[in-house]
T-cell receptor, first 111, second 114 residues
Framework: QQPVQSPQAVILREGEDAVINCSSS?????VHWYRQKHGEAPVFLMI?????EQKGHEKISASFNEKKQQSSLYLTASQLSYSGTYFC????????????FGKGTKLSVKP | NAGVTQTPKFQVLKTGQSMTLQCAQD?????MYWYRQDPGMGLRLIYY???????DKGEVPNGYNVSRLNKREFSLRLESAAPSQTSVYFC?????????????FGPGTRLTVT
């Protein structure tokens, strides 16, 4: 079952914050976050392995609520370079590391 | 260290033609994957290989076959291309089973079937 990402798209001004959510109907073992710029391959941002775990990458951080089967990606003080489409990939136990990706959230950061 | 490489970058096929997409990684990863990406659909897993000599179906395997030639190479074959297979194809690899198993993606193959 494909995880649901929200919002589908968001437009920000430089310096503004954003939150992208990823919700699954299945119990999750881990959540992965990737960013893809137009015409390029997806690039890994971070993995969250434990419930309630938060990780950070530059000014991008994420949380994972295992009970609610949800993860959120937080982008603070956004920069032009943050523009792109963000995907969450969810892993269920026993899936041998295979991920099911959401449909993506398109983030546009304007000057 | 090239990471994950894919050939070709672009391809146009006529309906019914066949072709093989090539993928190679130099990170000594056990796991390799083939995805297709269609507008608004995200990445959907076609086939994966957890180790050399093994392959398994993913979410959308119909119309495709794969070969894990060795630890480095994982190819995807379209036996009789159909317009519904027009898509961007990504190969990926990961060190699943190790401490850090994020997926590394190749640059993609843009395939058009007319």
């Amino acid at each position: 079952q494909q995880p649901v990402q929200s919002p589908q798209a968001v437009i920000l001004r430089e310096g503004e914050d954003a939150v992208i959510n990823c919700s699954s109907s299945k119990a999750l073992y881990s959540v992965h976050w990737y960013r893809q710029k137009h015409g390029e391959a997806p690039v890994f941002l971070m993995i969250l392995l434990k419930g309630g775990e938060q990780k950070g990458h530059e000014k991008i951080s994420a949380s994972f609520n295992e009970k609610k089967q949800q993860s959120s990606l937080y982008l603070t003080a956004s920069q032009l370079s943050y523009s792109g489409t963000y995907f969450c990939g969810t892993e269920v136990r026993g899936s041998q590391g295979n991920l099911i990706f959401g449909k993506g959230t398109k983030l546009s950061v304007k000057p | 260290n090239a990471g994950v490489t894919q050939t070709p970058k672009f391809q146009v096929l006529k309906t019914g033609q066949s072709m093989t997409l090539q993928c190679a990684q130099d990170m000594n990863h056990n796991s390799m994957y083939w995805y297709r990406q269609d507008p608004g659909m995200g990445l959907r897993l076609i086939y994966y290989s957890a180790s050399e000599g093994t392959t398994d179906k993913g979410e959308v395997p119909n119309g495709y076959n794969v070969s894990r030639l060795n630890k480095r190479e994982f190819s995807l074959r379209l036996e009789s291309a159909a317009p519904s297979q027009t898509s961007v194809y990504f190969c990926a690899s990961s060190g699943y089973g190790t401490e850090s198993y994020e997926q590394y993606f190749g640059p993609g193959t843009r395939l058009t079937v007319t």
